[in-house]
């Protein structure tokens, strides 16, 4: 799979190399100032960040929201808030993805109602959280049909092989496409929420997703994602999952890490995708 990702031969058979989506998670639910007080909360701020993000090479902001009280927060008009402040900077030069995450606070159907009310450009879900038994299969079956026909993009996020495989079962069963982009996300159940570059080896020698990406818990965030793009994927890197800069120094912002990343990328002749780009591989996914 990999080999076959990282080039294809155009018709005179030279190499056409495949472009690497770098997405930035800035900020996720649970981190405060106080973990770093350059994390953006603000509509303001995640617009601020956005620019600073897509001028290092981001081409997607993976966008959470908080409530008045700074908390972890599905709201529909916080969400069409960040949006409009994140437009207002980076035009159409960075997908926009809302996350669907439940944080233990939300349950399915709240998650469906903010995806069909937001009517997001992009939306991330965690399979273990939207389908909690069999009866929460088909609302979600039925979510992917509708963001289909809408070209809102879904990303499935997936933690462990456990997850794999009910995804597995599912697509078997004709419920979700294979085509849908996917998520690994590594280390978030491990000690000390740490990873390394090979956690991602058993998502990628079983699976066959055309599009996917990994984003990575501690201090290797930045060797596992660029490993992962070496196999194929693509590359989630931000505050959300690690403040720390390869080195074990605070990275100063968001902006820095994604820097890290792409300049890792570029210098492996690995060209960035760019946010126009991406919408056309997404539309191909629909």
Same mark, same amino acid.
Do not use: F, H, M, Y
């Given at each position: 799979m990999a080999s076959q990702d990282m080039a294809s031969r155009d018709e005179a058979? $030279? #190499?056409k190399q495949r472009r690497v989506m770098v997405s930035v998670a800035p900020n996720g639910g649970r981190k =405060?100032?106080?973990d770093h007080p350059? *994390? +953006?909360l603000s509509a303001d701020e995640l617009a601020r960040c956005a620019a600073e993000c897509r001028d290092a090479g981001a081409s997607l902001i993976h966008v959470h929201v908080r409530d008045d009280r700074g908390r972890h $927060? *599905?709201?529909v008009e916080a969400y069409r808030e960040a949006t409009s402040a994140i437009r207002q900077q980076v035009g159409r030069e960075l997908v926009v993805q809302i996350t669907t995450e439940s944080l233990g606070i939300y349950s399915p159907s709240e998650m469906i109602e903010t995806v069909r009310a937001v009517r997001p450009e992009a939306a991330s879900i965690a399979l273990r959280e939207i389908v909690r038994d069999e009866s929460d299969e088909r609302p979600f079956a039925e979510l *992917?049909?509708?963001m289909s026909r809408e070209g809102v993009t +879904?990303?499935?996020i997936l933690y462990d092989q456990v997850d794999q495989e009910a995804l597995r079962n599912m697509r078997s069963r004709g !419920?979700? $496409?294979d085509q849908v982009p996917l998520l690994y996300v590594l280390g978030r159940y491990s000690a000390n929420e740490t990873s390394v570059p090979a956690d991602v080896l058993p998502f990628v020698r079983t699976d066959d997703a055309p599009h996917w990406s990994v984003c990575a818990f501690g201090p290797h965030e930045a060797a596992c994602v660029v490993a992962s793009a070496l196999l194929g994927g693509n590359a989630r890197i931000g505050f959300e999952n690690n403040l720390h800069l390869p080195t074990g120094a605070i990275a100063p912002s968001n902006a820095a890490s994604v820097s890290v990343v792409a300049n890792a !990328? =570029? #210098? *492996?002749s690995l060209p960035l995708e760019t946010a126009d780009g991406l919408r056309e591989t997404f539309s191909k996914l629909q």
């Open positions: 058979g $030279s #190499s =405060t100032k106080a350059a *994390l +953006p $927060s *599905l709201d *992917l049909e509708w +879904p990303q499935i !419920l979700i $496409s !990328l =570029t #210098s *492996l």
